[in-house]
């Protein structure tokens, strides 16, 4: 630790135990609303509603799906497949990605084997909640009453 004395000490000395206690704030809060946020998203599933308005609050529930890699499909297709030196099969038997993109972009893959390596494609389902405030009308009430 420094012995000599910074010109902004003072306001570090205190901005610290400020931000500690906000930091803890903001985390019992983050952690209230990711409890509130399943809870929705649970409710409005089971209840089938995709959107609701409440005290000047607006949610919208959505369901998507995404694409990602199962790796253990796609590691068994290259190691076979894709010479070794490439790089991009990795001696703890994972796939570089970022390799597998520049190889993929460059031309080294065989078009049969890009071909294969959509069958190692998993879909997942992403529920995604949206908040928004309700805009007042001009006489003071709500859009959506």
Not at 4 to 11: G, Q, S
Not at 12 to 25: A, N, R, W
Not at 40 to 47: P, Q
Not at 105 to 134: F, H, Q, W
């Amino acid at each position: 630790m420094r012995t000599n004395k910074i010109p902004n000490t003072d306001r570090l000395l205190t901005l610290i135990p400020e931000y500690g206690s906000h930091k803890e704030t903001l985390d019992e809060y983050t952690n209230i609303c990711k409890a509130e946020n399943a809870e929705i998203k649970k409710i409005m599933e089971e209840e089938g509603i995709d959107s609701i308005s409440s005290g000047g609050y607006k949610i919208t529930y959505s369901v998507s799906e995404r694409n990602t890699m199962n790796e253990d499909k796609l590691l068994a297709l290259l190691q076979d497949k894709v010479s070794a030196e490439s790089g991009i099969v990795k001696t703890k038997k994972y796939v570089d990605m970022d390799a597998l993109e520049s190889a993929i972009y460059n031309g080294a893959i065989p078009k049969e084997v890009l071909i294969e390596m959509d069958n190692c494609r998993e879909k997942k389902e992403v529920m995604t909640l949206r908040v928004s405030k309700v805009k007042e009308k001009k006489d003071g009430t709500d859009n959506d009453n």
